[in-house]
């Protein structure tokens, strides 16, 4: 359990240097920030003071030692918009981000999980075939077309419910619902083929061989084998919970941490870009780590510290 | 009650009646018939054997009898269990029938045990459903039960996965489950075959131990003609979807009737005499949608005349309990291949 422990600590951390050291050369690498952050007439003593002032005139592999060791102090350094700490500023915008992504991840459980079951009990009726093409719509159509379309309709023509902004629950709505509805088609997808599949084991048709009624072969047989690979995705989905929602925020003009993110780069304000993108790291580092350890309680199979494999 | 074509005479030591029994698979674009009007019975207490090559409907009989085989096939003809019809009685009391009257055990033991539950539990599930014990109780029961099939440390091994089992003693698992419901009919189909040698031969005996203590009647599926002479009172062969021969098990392989019959004896490993090449019957296993007319194996038969390709011979006694579809049984002389009399015993 020890070294299983410490073997996955040890890959999740080498996963989140890896994001935190590409988003840092691809940032600088991509434009200088002094130029964009300051008026293009600002004199060229300026630029350098700037420059100056945020280190970015050391060379390169200076710049990035200091930010390595500025995030094991808890440094993640300040926006160079406005001074202020970048943490404070991201922390700032995850309430309105969870505030989206909380309510659409229940929506996408409470629709995906049992429409795919329901689909895959019901193969090839109306219901599946109805499943199947919702979850291909989901899954293809862009959440930036999806959302336009439900203002489109929600917002100009119905008049029902705002286009955009953030001041009450009811601006909440379509960019939950955007949200909500392609996660839950992955999902329903998901659940849909596991449950398939985990029907067509021998151990279901041993099951019903030995009297058990065919709603509770689904239910204490089937479902925890068809969980296994949908607490994948599901988990998943629990790693973009901070990041997930860039582009319906966009659309939706909603000031979360993914609109942030957009702004960040478009400004080239580094501390705040990479401090959203360390925390989405973290956030996916933790949603793997949680799967693994859901996998060893549902599966016994798949207990890796308990046979003392090394991983997989 | 029903009247029942009278192959043979019903008695009341017959447990399970199997009459005309057709089994049709919805294949989408064609529908083909895997079983062409099964007849077979199995008395209380009775060992019956049911060999033929793969694909010949020895599975599919017992799970369409069972209703386990999903929304696609459609099964006609009867089959009743001490008298009481079993097709089409409702999920409910079939659920009472599976596992309490007719238990069935399969080919891989490992892959019919549910990865997720410990053994303890799947064992107490069959005595929960159909003897009511539940709690401490139960697992004291499935305690005893494994202990009975040959499972060292039961205690502790009821609280493992399959997983963490092999797979004999996973086959024993299942037979203690299938003894939880106290059935009167194990179906038992090809117990033994994902099993090596000598754990086959231990799943045998414990098969026939339990059946001397409990005294219930044993269908045993298998390839195994060896198997088959060791374990059965009688015996019925099985050619693409219907029963070709069936005989007590001493005069079906003193007096094989049928040349398929003949066939499969004759590939037979010699256990007593010198080894010598397998003679396999030429050709193979037609599909069921591409059946020939007549006779199903007329195009394997060595004994084939023009008349066997015109229409399905029918079902003929040969000899007392010895049936026989085969035009030209009798016909035949009664030449048994060396090796097939050192295989009865
Ligand atoms: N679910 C199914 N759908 C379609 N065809 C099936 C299905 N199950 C069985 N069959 C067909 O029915 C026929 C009989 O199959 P069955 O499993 O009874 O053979 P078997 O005699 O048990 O063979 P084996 O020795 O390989 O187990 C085969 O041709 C098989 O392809
Ligand atoms: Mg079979």
């Known amino acids: 359990m020890m070294r299983y422990l410490a073997?996955?600590?040890?890959?999740?951390?080498?996963?989140?240097?890896?994001?935190?050291?590409?988003?840092?050369?691809?940032?600088?690498?991509s434009g200088d920030p002094a130029l964009l952050i300051l008026s293009p007439e600002a004199p060229p003593e300026a630029v350098e003071a700037f420059r100056k002032s945020w280190g970015?005139?050391?060379?390169?592999?200076?710049?990035?030692?200091?930010?390595?060791?500025?995030?094991?102090?808890?440094?993640?350094?300040?926006?160079?918009?406005?001074?202020?700490?970048?943490?404070?500023?991201?922390?700032?915008?995850?309430?309105?981000?969870?505030?989206?992504?909380?309510?659409a991840f229940a929506l996408k459980l409470l629709?995906?999980?049992?429409?795919?079951?329901?689909?895959?009990?019901?193969?090839?009726?109306?219901?599946?075939?109805?499943?199947?093409?919702?979850?291909?719509?989901?899954?293809?159509?862009?959440?930036?077309?999806?959302?336009?379309?439900?203002?489109?309709?929600?917002?100009?023509?119905?008049?029902?419910?705002?286009?955009?902004?953030?001041?009450?629950?009811?601006?909440?709505i379509l960019p939950v619902v955007t949200l909500g509805t392609a996660g839950a088609a992955i999902i329903a997808r998901f659940t849909r083929s596991?449950?398939?599949?985990?029907?067509?084991?021998?151990?279901?048709?041993?099951?019903?061989?030995?009297?058990?009624?065919?709603?509770?072969?689904?239910?204490?047989?089937?479902?925890?084998?068809?969980?296994?690979?949908?607490?994948?995705?599901?988990?998943?989905?629990?790693?973009?919970?901070?990041?997930?929602?860039?582009?319906?925020?966009?659309?939706?003009?909603?000031?979360?941490?993914?609109?942030?993110?957009?702004?960040?780069?478009?400004?080239?304000?580094?501390?705040?870009?990479?401090?959203?993108?360390?925390?989405?790291?973290?956030?996916?580092?933790?949603?793997?780590?949680?799967?693994?350890?859901?996998?060893?309680?549902?599966?016994?199979?798949?207990?890796?510290?308990?046979?003392?494999?090394?991983?997989? | 009650m029903v009247a029942l074509p009278d192959v043979e005479p019903a008695t009341d030591r017959r447990l399970v009646d199997i009459r005309g029994l057709t089994v049709d698979f919805d294949m989408g674009a064609r529908v083909s018939r895997v079983l062409h009007g099964i007849d077979l019975s199995i008395d209380k207490g009775e060992v019956v054997g049911l060999v033929g090559e793969s694909g010949c409907g020895k599975s599919v009989t017992w799970l369409a009898v069972l209703g386990l085989l999903g929304p696609r096939a459609h099964v006609g003809g009867i089959a009743t269990l001490g008298g009481e019809p079993l097709l089409g009685i409702g999920d409910e009391r079939l659920s009472r029938v599976r596992g309490g009257r007719i238990a069935m055990i399969f080919q891989d033991p490992t892959a019919c045990l549910n990865p997720v539950k410990r053994i303890g539990a799947q064992v107490c599930e069959a005595l929960h459903l159909h003897?009511?014990?539940?709690?401490?109780?139960?697992?004291?029961?499935?305690?005893?039960l494994l202990d009975r099939v040959g499972i060292a440390a039961a205690a502790q091994r009821m609280n493992e996965y399959p997983h963490q089992m092999s797979g004999g003693m996973n086959q024993?698992?299942?037979?203690?489950?299938?003894?939880?419901?106290?059935?009167?009919?194990?179906?038992?189909?090809?117990?033994?075959?994902?099993?090596?040698?000598t754990i086959q031969a231990q799943i045998l005996d414990l098969l026939r131990e339990v059946r001397r203590d409990t005294g219930m009647a044993m269908v045993l599926i298998s390839h195994d003609l060896g198997v088959v002479a060791e374990n059965c009172d009688r015996v019925a062969v099985m050619y693409c979807g219907r029963v070709v021969e069936q005989a007590p098990a001493e005069r079906l392989f003193e007096k094989?009737?049928?040349?398929?019959?003949?066939?499969?004896?004759?590939?037979l490993p010699d256990l007593a005499g010198p080894t010598r090449r397998l003679e396999s019957i030429p050709g193979n296993v037609p599909e069921p949608w591409n059946l020939p007319t007549g006779c199903a194996f007329a195009p394997r038969c060595g004994a084939c005349r023009d008349f066997c390709t015109g229409t399905v011979p029918p079902y003929r006694a040969v000899a007392a309990g010895h049936l026989v579809a085969c035009a030209r049984a009798g016909f035949l002389h009664h030449a048994p291949s060396a090796q097939s009399s050192a295989v009865a015993r």
């Not at chain 1, 599946?128 to 719509?137: E, G, M």
């Not at chain 1, 439900?150 to 008049?159: I, K, M, T």
């Open chain 1, 7 to 29: 073997i996955r600590g040890l890959r999740a951390i080498l996963t989140i240097a890896f994001v935190v050291t590409f988003a840092f050369f691809i940032l600088r690498l």
């Open chain 1, 194 to 312: 596991a449950m398939l599949e985990v029907l067509g084991q021998p151990y279901v048709r041993a099951a019903l061989a030995k009297g058990v009624p065919w709603p509770s072969v689904v239910w204490r047989h089937a479902l925890p084998n068809a969980a296994i690979p949908t607490v994948t995705i599901i988990g998943f989905m629990v790693g973009t919970l901070i990041a997930g929602a860039v582009v319906v925020e966009s659309v939706f003009s909603w000031p979360g941490v993914g609109r942030m993110l957009v702004v960040g780069v478009a400004n080239r304000d580094l501390a705040v870009v990479q401090c959203v993108l360390l925390l989405v790291a973290m956030c996916m580092v933790a949603s793997n780590f949680t799967v693994d350890l859901l996998y060893g309680w549902i599966d016994p199979r798949l207990r890796a510290w308990a046979t003392g494999a090394s991983g997989h």
């Open chain 2, 172 to 197: 024993r698992v299942m037979i203690a489950t299938a003894l939880a419901g106290e059935p009167d009919l194990l179906v038992a189909d090809e117990p033994t075959t994902a099993l090596d040698a």
């Open chain 1, 56 to 103: 970015l005139d050391r060379p390169l592999w200076e710049q990035y030692l200091r930010y390595f060791v500025a995030i094991f102090e808890g440094n993640l350094g300040r926006s160079m918009r406005d001074g202020r700490p970048a943490l404070d500023l991201v922390m700032d915008r995850v309430p309105a981000t969870l505030m989206l992504t909380l309510p």
């Open chain 1, 111 to 172: 629709i995906g999980v049992p429409a795919g079951i329901f689909a895959a009990l019901r193969r090839n009726s109306f219901v599946d075939r109805l499943v199947i093409v919702c979850s291909v719509a989901g899954h293809s159509v862009p959440s930036f077309v999806l959302g336009l379309v439900l203002v489109l309709l929600f917002a100009v023509n119905l008049n029902w419910l705002p286009s955009g902004g953030a001041d009450n629950w009811k601006h909440a």
């Open chain 2, 256 to 267: 094989p009737s049928h040349p398929y019959t003949r066939g499969l004896l004759a590939a």
């Open chain 2, 131 to 144: 003897r009511g014990i539940v709690g401490e109780r139960a697992r004291a029961e499935a305690r005893r």
